[in-house]
């Protein structure tokens, strides 16, 4: 984790991927598009052919969903509200980190073989790719007692963040 903790300074940075969540009574999957920057993530969910877009928006501690409809959702409560949403609870907040390879500075977490395990999660490097010198996730999964997430990540920006 050491040889990874400049990521931690990677203010912008993007990718565009697949995601599938499952739980003990619900199952989904959707093309993933994730823009970070400093304080503000975009996150773009969609079906096939772009269906069923919806758009998470996560500045501060105020998070937005955007269904594509007239109506905008928000809340100052991040992690309840997307659980309120999705049917099942997704860390967004650490997952911003995860996603990049790293632990949440939040707290503490311990070095498994393929990652680590943080607050009650397991999180999984199942494959690596090289982008721009850097080693960054390619497959991902994360998983506690009840949501099983799985990542593939087809394409990493670095350092640049691009419209969603």
Excluded: C
Aim: hydrophobic share 40%; aromatic share 8%.
């Amino acid at each position: 984790m050491r040889a990874r903790e400049h990521l931690y300074k990677l203010e912008q940075w993007s990718f565009e991927g697949r995601l599938a969540l499952s739980g003990k009574n619900d199952s989904w999957s959707a093309s993933i598009s994730w823009e970070h920057r400093q304080d503000d993530e975009k996150i773009k969910l969609s079906g096939p052919l772009g269906q069923g877009a919806t758009v998470i928006q996560l500045t501060g501690d105020l998070v937005t969903i955007d269904r594509g409809g007239d109506e905008v959702q928000s809340s100052a409560q991040p992690e309840a509200f997307i659980n309120q949403q999705l049917g099942m609870f997704v860390p967004v907040r650490s997952l911003r980190y995860w996603v990049v390879g790293l632990p949440a500075p939040t707290s503490a977490s311990i070095e498994t073989a393929n990652g680590f395990s943080q607050a009650g999660w397991l999180i999984e490097y199942k494959q690596m790719e090289a982008v721009d010198n850097q080693s960054m996730p390619h497959k991902i999964t994360v998983t506690n007692e009840r949501v099983k997430l799985k990542l593939v990540i087809d394409q990493w920006v670095l350092n640049v963040a691009k419209a969603i």
